[in-house]
């Protein structure tokens, strides 16, 4: 792996993968990040964040959730992000879903707590039920990565400690 990759890989796992997030739209930062990653290397995804975020409205997800079939397409042309009609929907839909959720339990945040603990077979049938494009490894890698499910990090990584002391919700079972 080269210098550069590795670094990216690195500044991921050292300060973002694992760490709670209580911010509805950085969780759906993630989760959309998740749906694109699937089929392809998380490597792709970490160096396309950027242009993920121009495209996606800074994964705000009242601007997303408002996105016309004019925005669909627009996606669907930006070299800059993957450009697959089913998981662009989805990342609208979601959008959506996810706004209705905000309304019924006053955040996305708040709806994942709730339904917390759940193993990942349960997690994973709440998200095929609830969402667009969420099959077993997306679900169990946006869990892992938001801190809910065990498994980001072993206990001798080095980062280990300092993942738990942020109280993840995993260590709360």
């Known amino acids: 792996m080269s210098g550069d990759r590795r670094e990216l890989h690195k500044a991921y796992h050292d300060n973002l993968y694992g760490?709670?997030?209580?911010?509805?739209?950085?969780?759906?930062?993630?989760?959309?990040?998740?749906?694109?990653?699937?089929?392809?290397?998380?490597?792709?995804i970490l160096k396309k964040e950027a242009t993920f975020r121009a495209a996606y409205s800074n994964f705000d997800i009242a601007a997303v959730a408002a996105y016309t079939e004019t925005d669909r397409q627009r996606l669907l042309a930006d070299a800059g992000i993957i450009r697959n009609r089913l998981k662009v929907n989805a990342a609208i839909e979601n959008a959506r879903t996810i706004i209705e959720l905000q309304n019924q339990h006053g955040s996305f945040a708040n709806w994942l707590e709730q339904r917390h603990p759940k193993t990942k077979e349960e997690w994973v049938k709440i998200f095929k039920k609830?969402?667009?494009?969420?099959?077993?490894?997306?679900?169990?890698?946006?869990?892992?990565?938001?801190?809910?499910?065990?498994?980001?990090?072993?206990?001798?990584?080095?980062?280990?400690?300092k993942v738990a002391k942020t109280n993840p919700a995993w260590l709360r079972l």
């Open 19 to 44: 760490y709670p997030i209580s911010d509805d739209n950085e969780l759906f930062c993630r989760l959309i990040l998740e749906i694109n990653q699937a089929g392809l290397s998380w490597e792709i």
């Open 130 to 161: 609830t969402f667009r494009f969420t099959g077993g490894e997306i679900v169990n890698e946006f869990l892992m990565s938001i801190g809910f499910l065990p498994g980001a990090h072993s206990k001798d990584c080095p980062v280990y400690n």
